[in-house]
Nanobody, 126 residues
Framework: QVQLVESGGGLVQAGGSLRLSCAAS????????MGWFRQAPGKEREFVAA????????SYADSVKGRFTISRDNAKNTVYLQMNSLKPEDTAVYYC???????????????????WGQGTQVTVSS
């Protein structure tokens, strides 16, 4: 099993940047495919970004493409989400997740992930 802990959330002004981290621990965590999702108040959880275990393939929601970058350091068992040019609509609780199986299309669906972190709040003021 895998345990995930997010960090790096906070309050930032529109146009600013934040870097989220997700520290993973557990059996063979370096081989897990990873993703970031977010959930705003009153809305369903939505896909943000995903990365395969090798880091060779990434996928982004259209709303964040060009602004957010997902990356991973398997040696440190950590996944990152660099968020630039933040907008108030980016305000949400951000969750990282791990999946046994991968693929740029497969990883866009939250129900296909096996483990989830507790989330970290990101608030963007206007």
């Amino acid at each position: 099993q895998v345990q995930l802990v997010e960090s790096g959330g906070g309050l930032v002004q529109a146009g600013g940047s934040l870097r989220l981290s997700c520290a993973a621990s557990g059996r063979t965590v370096s081989s897990a495919n990873m993703g970031w999702f977010r959930q705003a108040p009153g809305k369903e959880r939505e896909f943000v970004a995903a990365i395969t275990w090798s880091g060779g393939s990434t996928s982004y929601a259209d709303s964040v493409k060009g602004r957010f970058t997902i990356s991973r350091d398997n040696a440190k068992n950590t996944v990152y989400l660099q968020m630039n040019s933040l907008k108030p609509e980016d305000t949400a609780v951000y969750y990282c997740a791990a999946a046994r199986y991968g693929g740029t299309v497969y990883l866009r669906v939250g129900t296909r992930y096996d483990y989830w972190g507790q989330g970290t709040q990101v608030t963007v003021s206007s």
